[in-house]
Each structure stands twice: as structure tokens, then as C-alpha cells.
């Protein structure tokens, strides 16, 4: 989904880990519906970052992982999912060792990796690191490993439910919005083409304008159809009102979950942490170094600092050069477009509001 209003600075960062992310592509494919995770990465108020082990784990253990449930789910079908819906909104993050480096919790997480391990067996430890720096962000994960140093929580379905919520609230203003914005345009269009008129045709056009609304009004339609519209507006508003009011109540209580499971950093961000949050919400199109350098909390001109993100972005792999001279964090999972058909996102808005539609519905009956 392409944002038309607002901007991607008022999106929540997410990191995801591989427990997190294998659990909620398992509930969706068992139900074959949208989780909140999903509907929050498509209504963009979530931006949504991995490890590269995290990437390695989930696609070498979920076949295995969707069989482990109690009521097993179809591989194949858990892996379209991933594919087709999950990996598209994904970045994946080559996590340099340097981030966190002086923080106690991410030397705590790198200390519960046996040293003795398979190679197979991946540290968390760059999952830590990638939140702190994009902190304040929010981890999705199931790791004691993870969530016994406040990097997340196991129970993390509130904190989805918050995301997409947020996500509805964007969309209905952006709905909103668009006739506005859509009425203005032509009005203007209008204006300007009623001032390129000679005053001969201003002035016909303006009489031809009044003789038309003083017969619309004269008949006694004008009045028939303003008790219309205002008929038919009172029914929407009985309609969509209370699900607004149910948005807006849950965005007042969201405040408290996002207190609950926001990540944050207690001490200052290097140059390549606070490059890596500031990529987190590039557009598609990167940024420049400069543009980076405009945002960044360190001494010196602004030529100086241009020039040390500079060597920073150039000599770090967390960061990709998408054409000359413009950079993102990391690098898309899959370059292919999410699929996610339109009933899909209109099942979930249903589900999420349907204690207000069963309400509706008993009121009609009584």
C-alpha cells in the first residue's frame, strides 16, 4: 500500500525475531485470514525490520515449525504465506557488531548463546543489537533469551492489535481527507478557469449560474433533496459512527501498551545507529548522506557530518546504495509486491469491530 496522506515518521518501527514472525504466519495460514501484524505492515503503520539470521531461520524452520501445533498446519500453505504476504513488507538488516556494543542488556542476550553451539544454532544477539538502534521501537518475539532483558514480550498480541488499530485510524483520516482534498482541486480548477473568461463570458456565466439555482430552488427540489441528504447522512452516521468511537477508544488505550513494550536506549547513538533510524523511514527512493547528516545529533558543520555518514554508510553492510548516492537500511527480503487480496483486509475490519455490528444487529431486532 502506497501512503497519499501523512508520512512515514508517524509509523512504529518493529524488529521481528524468528519465534514472533513463525507464530503469526502460522495463525494466518490455519485460518487463512489477515492477523494484525499483517493488516498494521499493509495500512503502513508498522515498518517492520530483521537479522539476516532471522531471515536464515525462518525460511529453514517453518515447514517444520507449522507441524509442531497441536492442530498442524499445511507447510506448504505456511511458506506461500510468508512468501506471498509477510516477506514483501520486510527489510532484512546485516546487524554490524559495533551496535549496542556498550549497552549491558545485548552483552547479556550474547551471553545466553552457548559457545559450543552448532553453527546452525544463531545468537539472538543481533536482534538486540538492531533494536537499540532503532529505539524506541517494539520487538516481536517468544525468547527468553530475548524477553528476559525487556527486548519484547512474550505476549505480544495487544501490541499487534495497537499497531493495526493505528493503522484503521491513518486510513479512515486519509478517507476522509480525499474529498477535500479532491473538492479543492477542482473548485480550484474552476476558479482559475472562470478568470481566463472574457468578461462577456464571466458575466453569462455567472447569470446562467444564478438562473439555474433560483429554479432548483424555486420547484421545491432544492428542499427535497437537502431532506434527503440529510436523511441518508444521518443513516451513515448511525452506521459508521460507532465503530469511529470504538477506534478512537482503543487509540486512548494503546497509550499504555505501547509503555509496556516500547524498546528505548539509556545512553547516546553512534553515527551508524542514528544513520540506521533514520533510514528505517526512508521512502523507497533512499536518502543522501547529506540529507541523513541534516537529522543527525552530533558536533561539527554540517559538511563534517555529511562526511562521516558518508564514510559510515560506505563502509558498513547494513546499508544499501539503491542508486547513486541514496541509501536504505538493509535490503527488501523479496522485491516481489505483497499479495494480499481486498477481502482479506475487509475480513479483518469486520472481525476487529464485530462487538459493535453484534450490538447494531440487536438493536435492529428489539
Same mark, same amino acid.
Given at each position: 500500500?502506497?501512503?497519499?496522506?501523512?508520512?512515514?515518521?508517524?509509523?512504529?518501527?518493529?524488529?521481528?525475531?524468528?519465534?514472533?514472525?513463525?507464530?503469526?504466519?502460522?495463525?494466518?495460514?490455519?485460518?487463512?485470514?489477515?492477523?494484525?501484524?499483517?493488516?498494521?505492515?499493509?495500512?503502513?503503520?508498522?515498518?517492520? *525490520?530483521?537479522?539476516?539470521?532471522?531471515?536464515?531461520?525462518?525460511?529453514?524452520?517453518?515447514?517444520? *515449525?507449522?507441524?509442531?501445533?497441536?492442530?498442524?498446519?499445511?507447510?506448504?500453505?505456511?511458506?506461500?504465506?510468508? +512468501?506471498?504476504?509477510?516477506?514483501? *513488507?520486510?527489510?532484512?538488516?546485516?546487524?554490524?557488531?559495533?551496535?549496542?556494543?556498550?549497552?549491558?542488556?545485548?552483552?547479556?542476550?550474547?551471553?545466553?548463546?552457548?559457545?559450543?553451539?552448532?553453527?546452525?544454532?544463531?545468537?539472538?544477539?543481533?536482534?538486540?543489537?538492531?533494536?537499540?538502534?532503532?529505539?524506541?521501537?517494539?520487538?516481536?518475539? +517468544?525468547?527468553?533469551?530475548?524477553?528476559? *532483558?525487556?527486548?519484547?514480550?512474550?505476549?505480544?498480541?495487544?501490541?499487534?492489535?495497537?499497531?493495526?488499530?493505528?493503522?484503521?485510524?491513518?486510513?479512515?483520516?486519509?478517507?476522509?481527507?480525499?474529498?477535500?482534498?479532491?473538492?479543492?482541486?477542482?473548485?480550484?480548477?474552476?476558479?482559475?478557469?472562470?478568470?481566463?473568461?472574457?468578461?462577456?463570458?464571466?458575466?453569462?456565466?455567472?447569470?446562467?449560474?444564478?438562473?439555474?439555482?433560483?429554479?432548483?430552488?424555486?420547484?421545491?427540489?432544492?428542499?427535497?433533496?437537502?431532506?434527503?441528504?440529510?436523511?441518508?447522512?444521518?443513516?451513515?452516521?448511525?452506521?459508521?459512527?460507532?465503530?469511529?468511537?470504538?477506534?478512537?477508544?482503543?487509540?486512548?488505550?494503546?497509550?499504555?501498551?505501547?509503555?509496556?513494550?516500547?524498546?528505548?536506549?539509556?545512553?547516546?547513538?553512534?553515527?551508524?545507529?542514528?544513520?540506521?533510524?533514520?533510514? !528505517?523511514? !526512508?521512502?523507497?527512493?533512499?536518502?543522501?548522506?547529506?540529507?541523513?547528516?541534516?537529522?543527525?545529533?552530533?558536533?561539527?558543520?554540517?559538511?563534517?557530518?555529511?562526511?562521516?555518514?558518508?564514510?559510515?554508510?560506505?563502509?558498513?553492510?547494513?546499508?544499501?546504495?539503491?542508486?547513486?548516492?541514496?541509501?536504505?537500511?538493509?535490503?527488501?527480503?523479496?522485491?516481489?509486491?505483497?499479495?494480499?487480496?481486498?477481502?482479506?483486509?475487509?475480513?479483518?475490519?469486520?472481525?476487529?469491530?464485530?462487538?459493535?455490528?453484534?450490538?447494531?444487529?440487536?438493536?435492529?431486532? +428489539?
Amino acid at each position: 500500500m502506497t501512503r497519499i496522506l501523512g508520512s512515514r515518521r508517524t509509523t512504529r518501527l518493529f524488529v521481528g525475531d524468528t519465534g514472533g514472525l513463525m507464530n503469526d504466519i502460522v495463525q494466518a495460514a490455519r485460518r487463512e485470514k489477515l492477523t494484525s501484524l499483517l493488516a498494521a505492515l499493509h495500512l503502513e503503520s508498522a515498518l517492520l *525490520y530483521i537479522p539476516r539470521h532471522v531471515l536464515i531461520e525462518v525460511e529453514r524452520d517453518l515447514a517444520e *515449525y507449522a507441524l509442531k501445533p497441536r492442530k498442524p498446519v499445511n507447510p506448504e500453505s505456511a511458506m506461500k504465506w510468508w +512468501r506471498d504476504s509477510y516477506a514483501p *513488507y520486510m527489510r532484512v538488516v546485516d546487524v554490524p557488531d559495533d551496535w549496542g556494543a556498550d549497552d549491558p542488556r545485548v552483552e547479556a542476550v550474547g551471553n545466553r548463546h552457548d559457545p559450543n553451539a552448532p553453527p546452525e544454532k544463531f545468537s539472538d544477539a543481533p536482534t538486540a543489537r538492531l533494536a537499540l538502534a532503532l529505539a524506541e521501537c517494539f520487538v516481536i518475539c +517468544r525468547d527468553d533469551d530475548l524477553t528476559d *532483558y525487556s527486548f519484547g514480550r512474550h505476549e505480544h498480541l495487544e501490541l499487534l492489535h495497537a499497531a493495526a488499530n493505528e493503522g484503521e485510524k491513518q486510513y479512515v483520516d486519509m478517507m476522509a481527507g480525499l474529498p477535500l482534498i479532491i473538492g479543492g482541486s477542482l473548485a480550484k480548477v474552476g476558479v482559475d478557469g472562470f478568470r481566463r473568461l472574457s468578461p462577456v463570458a464571466q458575466i453569462c456565466t455567472a447569470i446562467g449560474a444564478g438562473a439555474l439555482a433560483y429554479l432548483w430552488q424555486r420547484n421545491g427540489r432544492a428542499r427535497r433533496q437537502i431532506k434527503r441528504v440529510g436523511t441518508e447522512f444521518s443513516g451513515l452516521l448511525q452506521t459508521v459512527g460507532p465503530p469511529l468511537m470504538q477506534i478512537q477508544a482503543r487509540l486512548a488505550e494503546n497509550q499504555a501498551v505501547w509503555e509496556r513494550h516500547s524498546v528505548r536506549r539509556d545512553g547516546p547513538a553512534s553515527v551508524s545507529e542514528q544513520a540506521a533510524r533514520i533510514l !528505517a523511514y !526512508a521512502p523507497h527512493s533512499g536518502m543522501l548522506a547529506v540529507e541523513i547528516a541534516k537529522e543527525l545529533q552530533a558536533p561539527g558543520s554540517l559538511a563534517a557530518r555529511t562526511t562521516a555518514v558518508r564514510a559510515t554508510l560506505e563502509k558498513s553492510g547494513a546499508f544499501t546504495q539503491v542508486s547513486r548516492g541514496r541509501w536504505q537500511l538493509g535490503e527488501p527480503v523479496i522485491e516481489n509486491r505483497p499479495t494480499l487480496k481486498p477481502q482479506l483486509m475487509a475480513d479483518w475490519v469486520k472481525r476487529a469491530h464485530e462487538e459493535v455490528a453484534l450490538h447494531q444487529s440487536e438493536k435492529k431486532t +428489539r
